[in-house]
């Protein structure tokens, strides 16, 4: 058990050394898990601020480790980001879905939205509308919507591919969200280049929003942009009630976040999504 804990330690401590080229031992596992599908999907409820219902999902990516243990995607999604993997985890995770998807036989709000994260390399060529394309066509009983939510750890180039991309998605009906607004430095720029359907309004503004004027200020300013732009928003990272009430005051549209629940087994969510429907 020492032993392990030791060895957890200094691979994430490797791992975080900026002064090392590559933590070749971890990378070594992460192609592993990748091939042998021991990356899980989970998803985290999103919940619409009026009803309080779960119309929405965003799936997260889990590894859990035979000896590690449970690795965050903290530490392997920007690895997988530096070293050409990402692709495959997007690949990985929105197949994963789908397989439960089609495994299950539930029922669910029309129109439910899941969520994927996507990074940069992504938008490098047209796999990622394929995918989408796939998705749509192998659930195609179940009325599910998609989106993608495009951080800023690296910027996606506004290049005709992307716009070509972006065209192709919007004509599937995928919707575009961008990630951790106002946190990186591209923030109004993405607006321009995506025209999202939602912004996220990072949990870095949620945390403590009742008790800060300047967080309160900056969400306000983003809710502002997104009502002019017709976009919806989702604060992520609600934990407490007194975050909800003020970010309902606010105007915020959807919420996610510990509050509402923690994010669960992709099985569990489509569970929960059913049983949570009116008779
Ligand atoms: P993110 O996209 O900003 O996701 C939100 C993170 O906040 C998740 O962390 C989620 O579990 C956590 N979270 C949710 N509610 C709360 C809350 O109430 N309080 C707090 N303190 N945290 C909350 P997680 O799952 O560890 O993921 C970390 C990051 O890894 C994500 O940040 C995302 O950028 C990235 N990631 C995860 N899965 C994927 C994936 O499949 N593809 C890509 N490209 N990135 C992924
Ligand atoms: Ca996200
Ligand atoms: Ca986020
Ligand atoms: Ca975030």
């Not at 036989?105 to 047209?126: G, M, Q, W, Y």
């Not at 934990?239 to 309902?248: F, I, P, S, W, Y």
Request: aromatic fraction near 8%; include cysteine; proline fraction near 4%.
């Amino acid at each position: 058990r020492i032993f392990k804990r030791t060895f957890k330690s200094a691979l994430l401590s490797a791992l975080s050394d900026k002064t090392l080229a590559q933590p070749h031992a971890l990378l070594f596992m992460l192609r592993r898990a990748i091939n042998k599908h021991q990356l899980m999907p989970f998803i985290q409820p999103i919940v619409d601020a009026r009803t309080g219902e779960t119309v929405a999902g965003e799936v997260l990516m889990r590894w859990h480790h035979p000896a590690l243990g449970n690795i965050s995607p903290e530490y392997f999604i920007p690895l997988a980001e530096k070293n050409g993997l990402i692709s495959r985890i997007t690949e990985s995770g929105i197949q994963s879905v789908a397989r439960t998807v089609m495994s299950m036989a539930f029922i669910c709000r029309p129109e439910t939205t899941l969520f994927f994260n996507v990074s940069a390399a992504d938008f490098k060529n047209h796999a990622i509308v394929n995918l989408c394309k796939a998705f749509k066509r192998d659930t195609a009983q179940r009325d599910l919507r998609i989106g993608l939510e495009i951080t800023e750890r690296e910027a996606v180039e506004d290049t005709t591919l992307v716009k070509d991309l972006c065209k192709s998605l919007a004509l599937l009906g995928v919707d575009l969200s961008v990630d951790d607004f106002g946190t990186g430095n591209a923030n109004y720029h993405y607006l321009m280049q995506f025209r999202p359907r939602y912004i996220k309004i990072d949990k870095m503004f949620t945390a403590g929003v009742e008790a800060d004027p300047v967080k309160e200020a900056i969400v306000r300013n983003i809710i502002a942009v997104a009502t002019e732009l017709h976009c919806l928003t989702i604060a992520e990272g609600v934990e407490t009630d007194a975050q909800r009430q003020k970010l309902t005051t606010l105007g915020v549209s959807h919420f996610q976040g510990y509050f509402f629940s923690k994010p669960v087994e992709a099985s569990v969510f489509f569970h929960q999504l059913m049983h949570a429907l009116p008779l």
